[in-house]
């Protein structure tokens, strides 16, 4: 493995690191943490460690997560300002405009009203308070700008590297 890799491929490989991580707690649980005296302790099933070998080898993955985490959002610090807050805004507007967007739809366009005396029914127009057509064309808009702040992001992921001296072998034998 080489001392850089980009941003790209250093998130894949973090994601990599937690699988690992996360199916090795896993296996922690699974395990018999005592034996009856007299017997010997079944590791076989285990990979053949122990829990106090399994627990050392979670925390030495954790302890190159968190390493490569701080490596990662130093990397990240170089990025556009305040990119990813601006992709997440663009997400929320758009998430509130989807569900304005089917409120409008289901919006009655008329009423009815029927006359309890005389049982005549009156329709009524109702006036939209949003046009939606308008909200439309926010959408499109938004979505727009989110791919525009995607692209720019992860052109930005592909040429920053992720400085990984000192822990490319030890992710290595993690992954391996």
């Given at each position: 493995?080489?001392?850089?890799?980009?941003?790209?491929?250093?998130?894949?490989?973090?994601?990599?690191?937690?699988?690992?991580?996360?199916?090795?707690?896993?296996?922690l649980?699974?395990?018999?943490?005592?034996?009856?005296?007299g017997?010997?302790?079944?590791v076989?099933?285990?990979?053949?460690?122990s829990?106090?070998?399994?627990?050392?080898?979670i925390?030495?993955?954790?302890?190159?997560?968190s390493?490569f985490?701080v490596?990662?959002?130093?990397?990240?610090?170089?990025?556009?300002?305040?990119?990813?807050?601006?992709?997440?805004g663009?997400?929320?507007?758009?998430?509130?405009?989807?569900?304005?967007l089917?409120?409008?739809?289901?919006?009655?366009?008329?009423?009815?009203?029927?006359?309890?005396?005389?049982g005549?029914?009156?329709?009524?127009?109702?006036?939209?308070?949003?046009?939606?057509?308008?909200?439309?064309?926010?959408?499109?808009?938004?979505?727009?700008?989110?791919?525009?702040?995607?692209?720019?992001?992860?052109?930005?992921?592909g040429?920053?590297?992720v400085?990984?001296?000192?822990?490319?072998?030890?992710?290595?034998?993690?992954?391996?």
């Amino acid at each position: 493995m080489n001392n850089q890799v980009n941003l790209s491929t250093a998130f894949k490989l973090r994601n990599q690191i937690k699988v690992e991580l996360n199916e090795k707690t896993s296996l922690l649980s699974d395990m018999p943490l005592s034996y009856e005296d007299g017997t010997k302790l079944d590791v076989a099933s285990f990979g053949g460690k122990s829990a106090p070998e399994v627990m050392k080898e979670i925390d030495d993955i954790q302890d190159v997560l968190s390493e490569f985490n701080v490596r990662i959002a130093k990397a990240n610090s170089q990025g556009p300002e305040g990119i990813i807050q601006k992709i997440n805004g663009v997400n929320d507007t758009i998430s509130r405009y989807t569900e304005l967007l089917f409120r409008v739809q289901r919006e009655p366009r008329e009423t009815v009203e029927i006359n309890s005396v005389s049982g005549v029914r009156t329709k009524r127009n109702r006036t939209q308070v949003i046009d939606i057509n308008r909200l439309r064309e926010a959408m499109k808009t938004l979505k727009k700008n989110k791919v525009k702040l995607e692209n720019e992001l992860s052109e930005f992921n592909g040429t920053t590297m992720v400085d990984l001296t000192a822990l490319s072998e030890r992710i290595e034998n993690i992954l391996s």
